[in-house]
């Protein structure tokens, strides 16, 4: 069929992905012999045998791992390049990425240092691959809101570098209202607001995240589906949910492809879209997510590819003069 084609070459933005948890093997060994880092595995082979998770806590402690090895400002401009670089064949025009300082600043390395790498491989894959880059800044949900506000206020001298704020890390038993002030706070510095929420937690965590923190867009979302009518409530509103196929089979979220949510979550008119979240751990970028995907479900074709390509481009950050010309 022509769709594989039409899916791998069409625009599409990524707004579901962690920048270092787009660290491969082979660059998470170049930095710990660059850096001096001792990692407790014998080879690259050894690392990528440790990736079978059986839930987001399984692979959240080996993913904190991984970033150890990122120390310097060029680590960091690294690993973001490498994303760009496979996202530009991708032919993602748009992508937000997720960055986690506190794993960073919780080993010494300065806030400044990790956003001005990533700030500054954003503005080369804009002039040398076209891809608009875009940082949103996460809170470790699983640490205290204390230490998220402390994050937010160092954070300030590089404002101008990041659009928004998100909530990852570990989600049963930290729910959203746990971040509630901090929201505010980033609120009224005119940040975007998004969360993960329904990925692990169930769908109340979804509720408090747009009526508590107040997000524009839920990210991973897929246990909406346990409930009528949060689903009438998201796709009334059009809230966009950021659905991440691939990783919710990798952390046991669903079953496997063919079982997913996904076309009950489209069909009752929410506006998902779909990214890659981690694609060095989950076993692959944005167009593995998306053929993986529509080669488990037969009854897709190029109806949804273009709705969900388009959701991508409509739900994104991009300012209104950009995406004008996407859509
Ligand atoms: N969920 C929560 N936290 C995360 C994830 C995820 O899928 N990936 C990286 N941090
Ligand atoms: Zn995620």
């Not at 270092?20 to 012999?33: H, Q, R, T």
């Not at 680590?75 to 064949?89: I, P, S, V």
């Not at 240092?113 to 800044?137: E, F, K, M, P």
């Not at 246990?223 to 059009?238: D, P, T």
């Amino acid at each position: 069929s022509a769709l594989p084609g039409l899916l791998a070459r069409a625009p599409k933005a990524e707004l579901h992905m962690h920048i270092e948890g787009s660290l491969e093997p082979e660059l998470i060994f170049a930095l710990a012999a660059r850096n001096g880092v001792a990692l407790p595995y014998a080879s690259v082979d050894a690392l990528r045998q440790a990736y079978a998770f059986t839930d987001l806590q399984s692979f959240l402690d080996i993913y904190y791992a991984g970033a150890s090895v990122l120390l310097h400002e060029q680590d960091f401009y690294d690993m973001a390049w490498a994303y760009f670089e496979k996202a530009a064949r991708d032919r993602v025009v748009h992508a937000e990425l997720f960055f986690d300082p506190q794993t960073h600043t919780a080993r010494g390395v300065p806030i400044g240092t990790v956003i001005q790498g990533l700030s500054r491989a954003c503005a080369d894959a804009n002039d040398r691959l076209g891809v608009s880059g875009a940082l949103i800044l996460c809170f470790l949900r699983h640490l205290s809101e204390e230490d998220a506000f402390a994050t937010l206020e160092q954070a300030l001298p590089w404002r101008a570098h990041f659009i928004g704020v998100g909530l990852d890390s570990s989600e049963r038993g930290h729910p959203p209202s746990k971040f509630q002030r901090v929201f505010a706070r980033a609120a009224e510095l005119g940040l975007q607001l998004v969360a993960h929420a329904g990925e692990e937690g169930p769908p109340a965590y979804i509720e408090e995240a747009l009526d508590l923190l107040g997000v524009e867009r839920i990210d991973h979302g897929v246990r909406a589906i346990e409930s009528q009518a949060l689903m009438a409530r998201l796709a009334k509103e059009r809230v966009p949910l950021t659905v991440c196929p691939l990783s919710n089979v990798k952390l046991c979220v669903v079953h496997d492809l063919a079982d997913h949510p996904l076309p009950q979550l489209l069909a009752a008119g929410l506006a998902v879209t779909i990214n890659s979240d981690d694609p060095a751990y989950f076993g692959g970028y944005v167009n593995d997510n998306l053929l993986a995907l529509f080669d488990a479900l037969p009854r897709w074709g190029a109806r949804e590819a273009y709705q969900l390509l388009r959701n991508s481009l409509e739900a994104s950050f991009a300012p209104q003069s950009q995406r004008a010309a996407w859509v």
